[in-house]
């Protein structure tokens, strides 16, 4: 009987959980079937967005301990395994010593993003290591670059020119890149038009690979549009990354700059700092409980909706404010607190809701009065973060989003909101909900103030700042005005510090267009808003854009960010995943489909000899007895 083909597209995280599946469910295969598994991808196995060569000081934005690609167990969580691969603790540096050198690596480590992809490329390995003889793999080191239906099968172009016609297909290839927007093109036009009178103007639309930004010359001027996590990744990359060091703790924190390193300005929309998560004092496990924000309420809210749409500001929002509200009491009070009848009080709503928007309707004199706001902000927030997630009942409140997230979903995927109000969600809450629970580790927002005082970094602007650029001067502007007027500063790089959302129409991929113009996939849509994301239906096939799902075929992760939420987080250690569900779903549902194929297709007579030719130094077939 010939083997079963499936190809998985994209090796990171999302395609190592579906071949973990595949090892999972082998024995439930057909009795005499065989299944090939292609694995495509450029990089090394399991390692996707996270590369193991890349720069010690780009961190997890996660406590390590609570990172697992084995949420149920069966393997070492991300912590676990750097214990067992003999790294320990120095200061903040981790080095695989083998010996009792240094510290152990603590529950609250942040580790290097470098040992992640090390790590999940051990996982990768392992994973191999378990397939049983029922399951052949073949690597190939590429990209897929088109699919072309064959029937009930799919023929997979690669990038140099390989096909393979395969059973199954599995897209799972993870962050993307975006086509060039109109403000991209403005502002590298902008910088290309005039080099000739400011050798250090320069143009960025993303700062990653982070090496791009050694184009960034010393001492000029560099403004970062963001204040989040990948804004964190570029000042580590134009400080430390550049010999510059950090020295003591907390709020002790002092920089001492290498003198290569750029004048940095920093703004955004709203121009306010993500806040640090607090020490976590829950365990590796642990979470908030919730009472008022669950599953079972949102869906009995979306019962009760003839079309099952929610509006999330008056219906869904309360709720969580609710749940906010309660974390702070029961933390305030150090005791627990009877949830029945339980209702915030005016304060607690008023301090929910500065959470939300510590700005509100306030005003600044100028660049001056804002600077102290946030350097004041910067602090109090801190001062929380230290106290921790169980002591805090500001940190408290604002982990309910984290934990929640069940919640969230059940809310928000496949158009439970209505498109109005799904607009709204996305333009405003997830902003906020980002900035107040998943923001960076405590020392990353220590240093940020040290570099301030420094004189290192500043800010750019405030609310409301705009980006402009001055021919004249041949230098990019950022504009706020203040009741006082407006302040403008000058830079001569300009760095995005932003992951967009993927929407396929605009994603740069060969190969997402090649499935939009084969009618092979298609955007999602909520009625008239398109919150990206390709569509698929609950069992996670891609709709194609006559309507019915593509056959044989399952999108994951941060492709269907739109008719799913959250699709980027990893699994946590030894709690039921999401992420896990959605690659168990879709391999159990090939299985099943194996099942009714109980007479497989015939591999085509010329696939093996291509396979073997192509196979070269760049790629190995892999058999694992």
């Known amino acids: 009987m010939s083997p079963l083909r499936v190809a998985v597209l994209g090796v990171g995280p999302r395609g190592l959980s579906v071949l973990q599946k595949i090892a999972d469910v082998a024995g439930e295969l057909p009795p005499g079937l065989t299944l090939e598994v292609h694995l495509i991808d450029p990089g090394d196995g399991g390692q996707g967005a996270h590369p193991a060569r890349q720069p010690a000081h780009l961190l997890t934005n996660t406590v390590a301990s609570q990172v697992s690609m084995y949420a149920e167990g069966a393997g070492p969580s991300f912590t676990e395994w750097a214990a067992e691969a003999g790294y320990r603790a120095f200061d903040a540096a981790y080095h695989p010593t083998g010996d009792d050198s240094g510290e152990p690596v603590g529950e609250h480590a942040y580790l290097p993003r470098r040992l992640l992809g090390a790590y999940l490329s051990s996982v990768f390995d392992r994973t191999l290591g378990s397939l049983p003889d029922t399951v052949r793999v073949v690597q190939h080191r590429d990209r897929a670059v088109d699919v072309v239906p064959d029937g009930e099968r799919h023929t997979v172009r690669l990038a140099r020119g390989f096909t393979l016609t395969v059973d199954y297909l599995f897209l799972t290839t993870g962050h993307c890149e975006r086509v060039p927007t109109p403000e991209d093109l403005a502002h590298g036009e902008f910088a290309r038009a005039h080099a000739d009178r400011n050798p250090h103007l320069a143009y960025f639309s993303t700062p990653y690979p982070v090496d791009l930004l050694q184009r960034i010359a010393p001492g000029s001027t560099v403004a970062v549009q963001g204040f989040g996590l990948t804004a964190h990744d570029v000042l580590s990359e134009l400080t430390a990354g550049r010999g510059g060091t950090f020295h003591g703790a907390g709020a002790a924190t002092e920089y001492r700059p290498s003198g290569r390193e750029p004048r940095i300005l920093l703004f955004s929309r709203q121009c306010l700092p993500f806040s640090a998560r607090g020490v976590n004092q829950k365990g ?6 919730a009472r008022f924000f669950t599953p079972e309420a949102v869906r009995a809210l979306r019962a009760a909706r003839p079309d099952g749409k929610l509006d999330f500001v008056a219906e869904v929002l309360p709720l969580l404010v609710r749940e906010m509200a309660y974390a702070y009491r029961t933390t305030q009070l150090a005791r627990p607190v009877p949830h029945e009848g339980f209702e915030p009080s005016p304060r607690e709503r008023r301090i929910v809701a500065e959470l939300l928007d510590p700005l509100g309707a306030r005003e600044f004199d100028g660049q001056d009065d804002f600077r102290e706001f946030f350097t004041a902000y910067l602090d109090d927030d801190l001062a929380h973060a230290e106290l921790g997630n169980l002591t805090s009942p500001v ?99 300009l ?45 996670g096939r891609p709709l194609t854009a006559a309507g019915p799902p593509l056959r044989g075929a399952w999108a994951l992760g941060y ?18 995943s999401q992420f896990t569900r959605d690659a168990e779903a879709a391999v159990h549902d090939m299985v099943a489909d194996t099942h009714r194929r109980r007479t497989p297709a015939a591999t085509h007579p010329h696939d093996s000899a291509q396979e073997t030719e192509h196979a070269g130094p760049e790629r190995t077939s892999v058999s694992v007895p």
Request: without cysteine.
């Open 284 to 289: 590796v496990t642990g979470g908030h409980r």
């Open 559 to 576: 492709l269907v960010e739109g008719p799913r939420f959250y699709t980027h987080a990893l699994p946590r250690h030894g709690l039921a």
């Open 395 to 493: 940190k408290a409140a604002t982990d309910v989003v984290r934990d929640t997230r069940a919640a969230l979903r059940e809310a928000v995927e496949f158009g439970g909101l209505t498109p109005a109000s799904h607009r709204v969600f996305n333009a405003t809450y997830v902003p906020v909900m980002n900035r107040i629970a998943f923001g960076p580790p405590r020392h990353r927002n220590h240093q940020l103030i040290a570099l301030m005082r420094a004189g290192v970094v500043d800010l750019a602007g405030g609310p409301g700042s705009t980006l402009g650029t001055d021919a004249q001067r041949a230098r990019f502007t950022v504009r706020t005005d203040y009741r006082g007027g407006t302040a403008t500063r000058y830079a001569d790089a």
């Open 495 to 539: 760095v995005i510090a932003r992951l967009d959302a993927f929407h396929p129409e605009r994603d740069r991929s060969p190969l997402t267009s090649r499935l939009l113009e084969r009618g092979l996939v298609r955007p999602y849509r909520n009625g008239d808003f398109a919150p990206g994301g390709l569509d698929i239906d609950e069992a």
